[in-house]
């Protein structure tokens, strides 16, 4: 496993920081690279030019050379220009947070819509980074002497990039168009659904599998699920859609975000929420608050929430038990305090009376409730009628006293 030196500036608002470099020596090891040391500054404000101070740069260069390592990963992103400055001064690669994790995703990609997004995301991150990363600049020759000295390679290869990264954009449209059919049919089908969120290797691929016979893949990994996986689960004679996502990690790169947003919409749509939590993690309560404002910079904080810690089994936590909206299990033994929540957050239910108007509407109340009973009147139909608390509101106006 080739070894890195883990590097970078520790500012005044990295409160977490040990937290942080913790995370970075997993996603380092999830790219299959081993830290040798850790080398950080304390900064009150990073280095423009080269993001750490010329003493900290040297002592990195002389530890590269002893140590004889070819790779450094610093903990923050870097601009162009500091990457392309330290790789001259270091003469080895460089390799910010951002790259790290397209790194991993690149390796975890299974499925066409992840390749697709994963390379719009890369090619995005790498079109700003063209600049300078040739040693000379030749144009390339004109035809002849009268049209000019023609294009700069670096032009080229940018227009080059801009036009894969429309061609991916416009794949995945495709692929989103499908995705979106499907969607609209399970609405239609008026189907509960339920999304597994979280930090990044706490389970959620399990539980997955746990509360199915249909397995997906799952591993003590960073990242081993990078594309949305359904199924259908049926408990106590109700039956609901459960959804696998991608895993989180803090400050999740805006161009991951962005290429993943038609995978991260099936969070937007849900019913309901899982938030699955490592229990054995020294982490835990940094990786809570990571998942929470994910989901606030994915406008999904409103929807209701049932947080999960997994992996008790590996604590001297007591489980399977519920405290009011959390529960604590282990998805090797047993789900079943799970499943029971769920249908109880999802299908608690009173009977209401409607007075509907002919039409389509009818037919909706019938397919997606339990009908008690029915009066045909002159002016529409009285149906009694029994409806979870948010089927309820959608027919508020319809409501009899």
């Not at 009376?353 to 339990?370: F, H, M, R, T």
């Amino acid at each position: 496993m080739e070894k890195v030196i883990l590097a970078g500036p520790h500012l005044p608002e990295m409160i977490h920081f040990e937290e942080e470099i913790e995370e970075m020596r997993q996603l380092i090891l999830a790219c299959e690279m081993e830290v040798e040391c850790v080398i950080t500054q304390n900064l009150r404000s990073i280095n423009k030019k080269t993001c750490l101070n010329q003493g900290k740069i040297e002592e990195i260069g002389h530890q590269l050379q002893i140590k004889d390592i070819h790779v450094v990963v610093f903990n923050c992103d870097l601009s162009p220009s500091q990457q392309q400055e330290l790789e001259k001064t270091w003469q080895c690669e460089v390799m910010d947070r951002t790259y790290l994790i397209l790194s991993i995703f690149q390796r975890r990609a299974k499925t066409k819509e992840a390749f697709l997004q994963v390379e719009v995301a890369t090619l995005q991150y790498f079109l700003p980074r063209l600049k300078g990363s040739y040693t000379h600049m030749d144009r390339q020759k004109g035809g002849n002497r009268n049209k000019g000295m023609g294009e700069k390679k670096i032009e080229i290869d940018s227009r080059t990039i801009s036009k894969q990264i429309q061609r991916a954009k416009k794949e995945l449209k495709e692929l989103e168009g499908q995705r979106n059919l499907q969607r609209k049919q399970r609405n239609k089908n008026g189907i509960k659904k339920v999304c597994l969120v979280g930090y990044t290797n706490t389970g959620k691929s399990s539980l997955l599998n746990a509360c199915s016979d249909k397995q997906v893949f799952e591993k003590d990994m960073l990242f081993a699920t990078l594309t949305t996986n359904t199924r259908k689960i049926t408990y106590n004679n109700h039956s609901f859609l459960l959804s696998d996502t991608v895993g989180f990690v803090s400050n999740l790169p805006h161009t991951l975000i962005e290429a993943f947003h038609s995978t991260l919409e099936e969070v937007q749509e849900a019913d309901l929420l899982i938030h699955v939590m490592d229990a054995s993690s020294s982490s835990l309560i940094q990786q809570k608050l990571t998942t929470q404002e994910t989901l606030k910079d994915i406008h999904a904080d409103s929807i209701p929430v049932l947080n999960v810690y997994n992996k008790c089994d590996l604590t001297d936590i007591e489980y399977p038990r519920k405290e009011n909206d959390q529960l604590y299990i282990s998805v090797k033994e047993d789900v079943s305090v799970l499943l029971k929540t769920i249908d109880e957050m999802l299908f608690s239910s009173k009977i209401v009376k409607l007075k509907i108007p002919y039409g389509n509407l009818i037919n909706d109340i019938n397919k997606g409730s339990k009908v008690i009973d029915v009066e045909y009147q002159d002016d529409g139909v009285l149906m009694e009628v029994e409806m979870d608390e948010k089927t309820i509101s959608y027919y508020e106006k319809y409501l009899e006293s």
